[in-house]
């Protein structure tokens, strides 16, 4: 061969090789990246194993379909312990090693803490494990969301339907000494008031205190119709309907979404009969009216699958919904541009996950609808229709 046309030769080979480094560069940046701080050890294991699952689950449902516009996704998770520090640093590694488009957060700290990050970077938008009114914010936390309402409209569904059952009830609110569990109150007294409801207690308690002699003695006193416990997972709430009854008081007690498991309000074994709540989403074992998504998640896990799974689930549907309109305009996927395109839903299916189509105005969906445990079926069964808050 001769010096020229191994000249020739080398060209085409360095620009065929180049061609193909292309390619595969190419090829590895059409993918959508969730990240994750997902607490699947320590006291939030329980919800961060769900969650953890919800996300995978989803992620391989899009994928083996074909992805989105021709990008698939990728699911980069790291455990948190539900521990701040432990968070951020796994959200600096995550970003780090990885071109980030979503990401799911553990905690209302974690969100706080790391909104300067997202709100300088513009890339990424996330959601996560709380439902913090405070998130519920465009203007401070532009790029992020609430996959359901947050507290302060929990407790606004509740009050609805406490109103809509028994006009001009007296109410309790029993919260635990936490930023979580203070953080609906205030607001929802006015709310309250609004619907011509009276609030005739409120005892606040450490968040998992046994003895609640004295707030119980304080509850007979003021004899309320109904009583909403807030800030707590399980204790000491089956402490405060034991003694309750045992003193002869009817108050119909009431949780919000951390306590509303079925798995959870079952703990409370005899005590759990009747106890009601509020749930953004249908249960696992709920067949009351078609979902397509669930009976895809049944089929995939013919065991139950706790509220926190559907939680992870339905985020990584949001997520995905925002990268598909972000893509189908042409635009890049920057934060300002994913938030968009997830606040255009406008009457959205979640395939059943959620009773109603939805509408995302701000940071939140507020859509919940009003369960009561039946402990003979041991589970949550619908007392209300869903309650969308305008």
């Given at each position: 061969m001769s010096t020229?046309?191994?000249?020739?030769?080398?060209?085409g080979?360095?620009v065929a090789?180049?061609?193909?480094?292309?390619?595969v560069v190419?090829?590895?940046?059409?993918?959508?990246v969730?990240?994750g701080?997902?607490p699947?050890s320590g006291v939030?294991?329980?919800a961060g194993?769900g969650?953890h699952?919800g996300?995978?689950?989803?992620?391989?449902?899009?994928?083996?379909?074909g992805?989105?516009?021709g990008?698939?996704?990728?699911?980069?998770?790291?455990?948190?312990?539900?521990?701040?520090?432990v968070?951020?640093?796994?959200?600096?590694k995550?970003?780090g090693q990885?071109d980030?488009n979503?990401?799911?957060?553990?905690?209302?700290?974690?969100?706080k803490t790391?909104?300067e990050?997202?709100n300088?970077s513009?890339s990424i938008?996330?959601?996560?494990a709380?439902?913090?009114?405070e998130l519920n914010?465009?203007a401070k936390f532009p790029?992020?969301?609430i996959?359901?309402?947050?507290?302060?409209?929990?407790?606004g569904?509740?009050?609805?339907h406490?109103?809509n059952?028994?006009?001009?009830?007296k109410?309790?609110?029993i919260y635990s000494?936490?930023e979580?569990?203070?953080?609906?109150?205030?607001?929802?007294?006015k709310t309250?008031e609004?619907?011509?409801l009276?609030?005739s207690a409120?005892l606040m308690?450490?968040?998992?205190?046994?003895d609640?002699?004295?707030e119980i003695?304080?509850?007979?006193?003021?004899?309320?119709?109904?009583?909403?416990?807030h800030?707590?997972?399980?204790?000491?709430?089956?402490?405060?309907?034991?003694?309750?009854?045992?003193?002869?008081?009817?108050?119909?007690?009431?949780?919000t979404?951390?306590?509303?498991?079925?798995?959870?309000v079952?703990?409370m074994?005899?005590?759990a009969?009747?106890?009601?709540?509020?749930?953004?989403y249908r249960?696992?074992?709920?067949e009351?009216?078609?979902?397509?998504m669930?009976?895809?998640i049944?089929?995939m896990?013919?065991?139950?699958?706790n509220?926190?799974?559907?939680?992870?689930?339905?985020?990584?549907?949001?997520?995905?919904?925002?990268?598909?309109r972000?893509?189908a305009?042409?635009k890049?996927?920057?934060?300002?541009n994913?938030?968009?395109a997830?606040?255009?839903?406008?009457?959205?299916?979640?395939?059943?996950?959620?009773?109603?189509?939805?509408?995302?105005?701000?940071?939140s969906i507020?859509?919940g609808?009003?369960?009561?445990?039946?402990?003979?079926?041991e589970?949550?069964?619908?007392v209300?229709d869903w309650?969308?808050l305008e």
């Amino acid at each position: 061969m001769s010096t020229k046309r191994i000249k020739h030769w080398l060209k085409g080979s360095l620009v065929a090789a180049l061609l193909g480094s292309a390619i595969v560069v190419q090829a590895a940046e059409k993918e959508i990246v969730i990240g994750g701080s997902i607490p699947m050890s320590g006291v939030f294991a329980f919800a961060g194993i769900g969650i953890h699952a919800g996300i995978q689950d989803y992620v391989k449902i899009i994928n083996d379909a074909g992805g989105v516009e021709g990008y698939k996704l990728r699911y980069v998770p790291e455990d948190s312990g539900y521990k701040v520090d432990v968070s951020v640093a796994a959200f600096k590694k995550i970003t780090g090693q990885n071109d980030v488009n979503f990401y799911y957060g553990d905690s209302t700290g974690f969100s706080k803490t790391i909104n300067e990050e997202l709100n300088r970077s513009n890339s990424i938008l996330m959601s996560g494990a709380s439902f913090a009114t405070e998130l519920n914010d465009p203007a401070k936390f532009p790029y992020q969301f609430i996959p359901g309402p947050d507290y302060t409209e929990m407790f606004g569904i509740m009050l609805r339907h406490i109103a809509n059952e028994k006009p001009g009830a007296k109410v309790a609110f029993i919260y635990s000494d936490t930023e979580f569990g203070r953080d609906p109150i205030q607001a929802s007294k006015k709310t309250a008031e609004e619907l011509g409801l009276t609030v005739s207690a409120e005892l606040m308690t450490p968040p998992a205190s046994v003895d609640v002699s004295t707030e119980i003695a304080k509850l007979r006193r003021a004899r309320p119709d109904f009583a909403i416990f807030h800030g707590y997972i399980l204790g000491p709430i089956p402490e405060f309907i034991g003694q309750a009854r045992k003193m002869g008081l009817d108050t119909q007690f009431m949780g919000t979404f951390w306590t509303m498991d079925n798995s959870t309000v079952m703990q409370m074994k005899d005590v759990a009969d009747g106890f009601m709540g509020v749930m953004p989403y249908r249960y696992y074992y709920d067949e009351s009216s078609p979902a397509p998504m669930l009976e895809k998640i049944r089929e995939m896990r013919p065991d139950y699958q706790n509220i926190p799974y559907i939680q992870g689930f339905l985020s990584a549907m949001l997520y995905t919904e925002a990268a598909k309109r972000t893509l189908a305009e042409g635009k890049p996927m920057t934060a300002d541009n994913l938030k968009a395109a997830l606040n255009s839903l406008e009457n959205f299916d979640t395939g059943g996950l959620i009773g109603v189509p939805v509408t995302i105005r701000g940071n939140s969906i507020p859509v919940g609808r009003i369960y009561r445990a039946d402990v003979s079926k041991e589970q949550m069964v619908p007392v209300s229709d869903w309650i969308v808050l305008e």
